[in-house]
């Protein structure tokens, strides 16, 4: 199969396309998937770059990519929820199974979802990761609840523009803060109200929100925390920090002394469930993923390089072929 490999760390010119074996038969509760298309997450170029190398170790050649929308091939032992020919999209597991930037990939049936009609391959793919972290990290962290205010940073990002969707779709009231070319943008996509980050700082404003989901992590929780509902504002953040990790030991312990105000980390799971929450919404019109641009797997140097520009307005995804 054609897979898209790394033999060592470094720069976007260790990507190689080239012929690898075939994964092994479906084990139980598995699922071999044909790719039809992948997306790329700021994961897949840290782990290139060997930021990761300490808490992810790679055994070389490792394919990268977590993020997989394509067509079910066969199914292993105790799996009931697929079956051949079925269009699923979800994530894989890199470390056990390898990564998604392959033509063939195996996947643990609790970590994949029927791709709603309403999608193409190109846009599920843009799904999964981004989304399950905007949606675990306002409901399930954020505790985000109909009615509440919630603030977005970084609203025009792969999880960002899907944040403000999820959070529109729970029934807060959304303010977006991105840059000016992107805040039009934000705006179709249910804020009610817009911040350009170029000209005011959102935590140095005279307003207060229920749910703060930090989603570029540039602003700490010390940042953020005058800005938090005095009544239980959460602050969410996507990236582990030593000073966060002290944020939330703090704020877990100034809860049990009747404080609260909480900083929270997200960490993204792929659960089927939540998957076929995203699709289901996604069915109903009211979830989309942008897509900035669309790369075949040759030029998958491309399609890293653009992501970590910094500057994309929402996903970048792989085309199998």
Request: charged share 25%; glycine share 12%; with cysteine.
């Amino acid at each position: 199969m054609r897979a898209a490999a790394i033999d060592g760390y470094g720069g976007s010119d260790r990507l190689v396309v080239r012929e690898l074996p075939d994964p092994g038969p479906p084990g139980p509760g598995q699922v071999l998937v044909r790719t039809r298309a992948v997306s790329v997450n700021p994961i897949d170029w840290k782990i290139r770059r060997g930021s990761l190398r300490l808490v992810m170790p790679a055994q070389f050649p490792l394919v990268l990519g977590y993020d997989v929308a394509g067509e079910v091939v066969e199914t292993g032992p105790e799996v009931t929820r697929f079956q051949p020919g079925d269009t699923v999209f979800g994530g894989v597991d890199l470390r056990r199974q390898g990564g998604s930037y392959a033509d063939l990939v195996l996947a643990r049936d609790g970590a994949l979802a029927l791709k709603p009609a309403a999608l193409s391959f190109e846009e599920a793919a843009a799904l999964p990761l981004a989304g399950l972290t905007a949606l675990q990290a306002l409901r399930d962290k954020g505790e985000l609840a109909a009615g509440e205010k919630a603030l977005v940073n970084g609203a025009s990002g792969g999880v960002g523009h899907l944040a403000v969707q999820v959070a529109f779709a729970l029934g807060a009231h959304v303010t977006a803060v991105t840059s000016r070319r992107n805040l039009a943008f934000v705006q179709e996509l249910g804020a009610h109200e817009v911040i350009d980050y170029e000209e005011e700082d959102f935590a140095s404003r005279d307003d207060a929100w229920d749910v703060i989901f930090d989603a570029v992590a540039n602003h700490s929780y010390p940042d953020c925390e005058p800005a938090l509902a005095r009544d239980g504002g959460i602050y969410v953040a996507t990236l582990g920090s030593p000073r966060l990790i002290v944020s939330i030991g703090l704020t877990t312990l100034g809860g049990l002394l009747g404080q609260r105000k909480r900083a929270r980390l997200v960490v993204n799971k792929f659960k089927g469930e939540d998957l076929d929450l995203l699709a289901h919404l996604a069915a109903q019109g009211r979830l989309r993923p942008e897509i900035e641009e669309v790369f075949p797997l040759e030029e998958i140097r491309a399609a890293h390089e653009a992501s970590e520009s910094g500057h994309v307005r929402g996903k970048i995804v792989v085309r199998m072929g």
